[in-house]
């Protein structure tokens, strides 16, 4: 399936039905008394959060969205029919913001229903204007007009860890082993073309998500590559998961990896400065593991590592995702780091 992570729509709540002018017609009395009944309330605009969805890929094609106009009141003092309310179906972490001011308007993170616009009133039938004075009252109120408004959707998927790395480190692999995500898997760069979210279980009560994304590259904020706007995914999530192979196909090194992808994220953090609740990625903490462990020697990784760890200042935890080495470690610091944040 495509996946979708951003559309525009223009939506619009329905027109409230117009009052009636009408009288009661009896035998005998050629003008019976008014009985123009109240229009019927155009319908409102809601978001669904649906937590079944995952993708807004169901909005391909749609531009323009309207709820049902509400019908117009009749004689006998009947009300019109209300308009049919129209409900908007999101994933959980759709963010909806005006396009005009780029606002946020809702960040829909919790399942729930969200009204959005409110359908216009009905206007009252000539019913409801008869008094003492005017006992036959010739006119009724138009309904109110609904409201339209245009939104950007966009979704950043709601994960506890975010994995980044340059394609080809082994994020693929190491979600699939350490949850039931089965992404493809690869010796070629670029092989994730879409995120995807495993969830780690640690026991029967405790689990975490986590969201592995297309590899980055050097100049992807430049457009390298697949670009850099998968980062969005991961900019919602608590801390990264860095993953570095201990080896490089071009013969370059681990730091180097390393810090291509640290410059990436400070592009980021710069391009989207401006936007209202962004919070950096290029500070959030990040827990860096060397992956791959299995293709070196003992002596050489330890050379690596202590290498690593002076340059770029963090001790990598060293993992193999192929053959499963220090991957129980891994888990527990994840979940350590997941749930301690949690109570902090
Ligand atoms: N020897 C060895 N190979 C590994 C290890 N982890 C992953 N690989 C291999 O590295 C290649 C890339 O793995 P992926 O998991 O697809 O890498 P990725 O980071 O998801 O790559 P992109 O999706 O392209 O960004 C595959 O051929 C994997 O089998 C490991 O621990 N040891
Ligand atoms: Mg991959």
């Not at 009896?26 to 809601?46: F, I, K, L, S, T």
């Not at 979600?175 to 092989?191: E, L, M, Q, V, W």
């Not at 609740?277 to 290029?282: A, D, N, Q």
């Amino acid at each position: 399936m495509r996946f979708v992570d951003e559309v525009t729509l223009t939506l619009s709540s329905g027109h409230g039905g117009a009052g009636a002018v009408s009288f009661r017609r009896e035998a005998m009395v050629p003008r019976g008394g008014p009985d123009g009944g109240e229009g019927g309330r155009g319908g409102h605009v809601y978001f669904v959060v649906s937590p079944s969805l995952n993708s807004l890929v169901h909005f391909r094609g749609k531009k323009h969205l309207k709820a049902e106009d509400g019908r117009p009141g009749s004689g006998q003092n009947r009300t019109g029919r209300d308009g049919l309310d129209l409900r908007i179906h999101v994933p959980l972490g759709t963010q909806v913001r005006d396009k005009e001011s780029g606002a946020v308007i809702f960040d829909l993170s919790q399942p729930g229903e969200y009204l959005f616009l409110k359908g216009g009133r009905g206007g009252k039938g000539n019913f409801f204007f008869r008094s003492s004075v005017n006992q036959a009252p010739e006119y009724a109120q138009p309904g109110e007009p609904g409201e339209t408004r245009t939104v950007i959707l966009e979704l950043k998927l709601i994960a506890d860890v975010g994995i980044i790395g340059l394609p080809n480190a082994g994020k693929s692999t190491l979600i699939s082993r350490i949850s039931a995500a089965r992404p493809k898997i690869a010796d070629y760069p670029f092989t994730t073309l879409t995120p995807n979210l495993g969830v780690v279980k640690i026991d029967d009560w405790n689990s975490f998500v986590v969201a592995d994304i297309p590899g980055l590259i050097k100049g992807a904020s430049r457009g390298a590559g697949l670009g850099i706007q998968f980062l969005k995914h991961v900019e919602r999530t608590k801390f990264f998961l860095h993953l570095v192979s201990v080896w490089q196909p071009d013969g370059s090194t681990p730091e180097r990896a390393f810090f291509d992808i640290q410059e990436e994220l400070a592009q980021y953090d710069q391009l989207n400065a401006d936007k209202e609740g962004f919070f950096p990625l290029s500070g959030r903490p990040q827990l860096v593991v060397l992956n791959k462990i299995d293709l070196c020697e003992e002596e050489e990784l330890v050379r690596i590592k202590q290498r690593f760890q002076e340059i770029v200042g963090y001790e990598p935890l060293a993992i193999s995702a192929v053959t499963g080495k220090n991957i129980s470690q891994l888990v527990e610091e994840l979940a350590h780091r997941v749930f301690n944040q949690d109570k902090g």
